[in-house]
């Protein structure tokens, strides 16, 4: 597997998000759609739908980042696969193979969400920018953070969100991120509700920010 500097930053993204991939993201050798589009139309798969995993590849294929704090670290790499799914239910493909031995695999969803899919299908983010965004912003926070709190299951509806806005870029579905007057609260529920295991609920509060720790890089 060849590896390179990741320099072709795609748009859309937010500063800290570019500044992120150009500091960490590097490229590696990923499938060629192209390659595979005769076989699977054969197979049944919609041309519309090897279009879409086409544009995914040339966008986001061979990204390596660092780890996610959460989901085992996420994908290894950003790389699609053969689509899945019918007509009636909508087509899902692979975002990127697993980095570890987790339950799950990471999926891009019939209207482009970033998700988890293992029998049942919980999307993470509205998209793969918002996953994206998400790990350049738990990148940032640690970085600048006073204090990281982690609490887990019932614990998360112990956090006062009063005060707090939702952090737009990243997206959130069922994974989401708060912006308060001196924090960031991330709340992970993808893996309790994909699992079945409420109990699998995660929080991280990063607290004691000043304002460039809570948007720095954001425009």
Not at 104 to 121: K, L, Q, S
Request: with cysteine.
């Amino acid at each position: 597997m060849n590896l390179n500097l990741y320099n072709d930053v795609p748009e859309g993204l937010t500063l800290r998000a570019r500044s992120f991939i150009r500091a960490n993201g590097v490229k590696v050798d990923c499938l060629q759609v192209e390659q595979c589009r005769e076989r699977w139309v054969a197979l049944g798969i919609p041309s519309t739908e090897v279009d879409r995993v086409a544009v995914y590849q040339e966008r986001w294929g061979g990204l390596v980042l660092p780890p996610a704090p959460q989901y085992d670290g996420g994908p290894r790499y950003l790389g699609a696969h053969t689509p899945e799914g019918s007509i009636t239910e909508g087509w899902r493909f692979e975002a990127g193979t697993q980095r570890t031995a987790v339950p799950y695999a990471f999926m891009i969803g019939p209207a482009g969400e970033f998700g988890i899919h293992a029998g049942d299908w919980v999307p993470l983010h509205a998209s793969i920018e918002g996953w994206v965004e998400s790990l350049a912003l738990a990148d940032h926070a640690a970085s600048w953070a006073k204090q990281i709190t982690k609490v887990n299951g019932d614990e998360v509806d112990d956090i006062a969100l009063e005060d707090h806005e939702p952090v737009r870029e990243v997206m959130g579905l069922a994974d989401t991120w708060w912006r308060g007057t001196d924090s960031l609260v991330a709340i992970y529920t993808g893996e309790a509700q994909c699992l079945s295991f409420p109990a699998g609920r995660t929080a991280r509060i990063y607290s004691g920010l000043d304002e460039w720790g809570l948007r720095g890089g954001v425009a």
